[in-house]
């Protein structure tokens, strides 16, 4: 089973939410770690995808939108709206309002709330869905 955290924010800013989200990818990926960022849609894949060019001065984080097609080279972070593919289920973080499919594949499953009622009915959906399937939770206020 994967290990997976909440962080809920104090802020109903989808950019907050979205610059939280940069920190923690450039973070992971400074660790060597494959991402995959699961959203709802392609207008959110295009916001967060020019985000992680501009959110940090000196930080380089390489990305892509992944098109349904797994691309040769392995160590760069993808963005998408699809299933997780096979060799980015290290660590998935879910901007989205779904729950990934095949959760239980990845190591590690980073749900990024906002304090947005919408965001957090959604959220507590897949708490309970985490939670029925055994699976520890810890969760961050921020």
């Avoid at 001065?57 to 990305?63: L, N, R």
Wanted: net charge neutral.
């Amino acid at each position: 089973m994967p290990e997976i955290t909440f962080y809920v924010l104090n802020s109903e800013s989808l950019y907050d939410r979205y610059f939280f989200a940069c920190r923690l990818i450039e973070k992971a990926y400074k660790t060597g770690k494959f991402c995959y960022i699961l959203l709802d849609n392609l207008e959110q894949c295009r916001r967060l995808d020019d985000m992680l060019w501009t959110f940090r001065a000196g930080s380089f984080i390489p990305h892509q939108i992944f098109n349904g097609i797994s691309p040769d080279i392995t160590s760069q972070v993808l963005i998408g709206t699809e299933n997780v593919p096979p060799d980015w289920q290290n660590v998935v973080f879910n901007l989205s309002s779904q729950l990934p499919h095949a959760w239980q594949n990845a190591a590690r499953v980073l749900e990024i709330l906002d304090n947005s009622e919408v965001t957090k009915i959604g959220g507590r959906e897949r708490y309970r869905i985490y939670k029925q399937a055994g699976v520890e939770l810890v969760t961050h206020k921020i």
